[in-house]
T-cell receptor, first 109, second 114 residues
C-alpha cells in the first residue's frame, strides 16, 4: 500500500527562523515528487523533483529528493508571516499524485 | 501553466440532493483529476476523468455516487449525488498537460450539506 508520511505535522516558529519539513514515501511506479503550499482551498505548486541530489530553489524555498532513501525535504529560510500555510508533499504514482497529511506551519511575528 | 475555472466556489445543499461541479481549463490538457478534502484532512483522489470514456475511480469511490463527465479536453464535471452531511468537503479539480509534468489545481468548491 502506498504511504506518504510528513513530519512534523505542525510547527510554530518565529519570523526569521529557518524550517525544514520532511517527507518520506513508499509508492509503486514512482515518477516524481511535488511540493505544494495550501493557504485556503487550492494548493499552489512549489516544486517538482525527479532526480536525486539536485536541489531546486525558488527565493527562500529549496527542496531536494533522495530516491534511494525515499525521502524529500523542503527548506524555508528567513521565514515570514506569509509563509504560514499547510505544506503538502505529493509523490506522483502512475501519473496520479497522492498527498501526505501535510505540515501546518505557523510563523509568529 | 493552465488556468482553471472551477464553479461553484461554494454551496450549501440539502441532504438527498445532488450538486454538479464544473472545471473549465483555458487549453487542452491530457489528464484531469478530481480530489476531495474533508475537514482537517489531506487531499484524496476520487477519480481520473478520461476524455471520451468512463472515469477511472480510486478505491472507495463509485460512479453512482460521484458520476464524472469529460466531453472534451478542456472541460469536466463532477456530480456529488444523494448528498449526506459526510459529503461536506472541499472538492478540487486538477490538470496536467502531459505525463510527469506539473499538476495545477482549480480554486476549489466548498460544499456544506445540511
Amino acid at each position: 500500500e502506498d504511504k506518504v508520511v510528513q513530519s512534523p505535522l505542525s510547527l510554530v516558529v518565529h519570523e526569521g527562523d529557518t524550517v525544514t519539513l520532511n517527507c518520506s514515501y513508499e509508492v509503486t511506479n514512482f515518477r516524481s515528487l511535488l511540493w505544494y503550499k495550501q493557504e485556503k482551498k487550492a494548493p499552489t505548486f512549489l516544486f517538482m523533483l525527479t532526480s536525486s541530489g539536485i536541489e531546486k530553489k525558488s527565493g527562500r524555498l529549496s527542496s531536494i529528493l533522495d530516491k534511494k532513501e525515499l525521502f524529500s525535504i523542503l527548506n524555508i529560510t528567513a521565514t515570514q508571516t506569509g509563509d504560514s500555510a499547510v505544506y503538502l508533499c505529493a509523490p506522483n504514482r502512475d501519473d496520479k499524485i497522492i498527498f501526505g497529511k501535510g505540515t501546518r506551519l505557523h510563523i509568529l511575528p | 501553466s493552465a488556468v482553471i475555472s472551477q464553479k461553484p466556489s461554494r454551496d450549501i445543499c440539502q441532504r438527498g440532493t445532488s450538486l454538479t461541479i464544473q472545471c473549465q481549463v483555458d487549453s487542452q490538457v491530457t489528464m484531469m483529476f478530481w480530489y476531495r478534502q474533508q475537514p482537517g484532512q489531506s487531499l484524496t483522489l476520487i477519480a481520473t476523468a478520461n476524455q471520451g470514456s468512463e472515469a477511472t475511480y480510486e478505491s472507495g469511490f463509485v460512479i453512482d455516487k460521484f458520476p464524472i463527465s469529460r466531453p472534451n479536453l478542456t472541460f469536466s464535471t463532477l456530480t456529488v449525488s444523494n448528498m449526506s452531511p459526510e459529503d461536506s468537503s472541499i472538492y478540487l479539480c486538477s490538470v496536467s498537460y502531459r505525463v510527469n509534468y506539473g499538476y495545477t489545481f482549480g480554486s476549489g468548491t466548498r460544499l456544506t450539506v445540511v
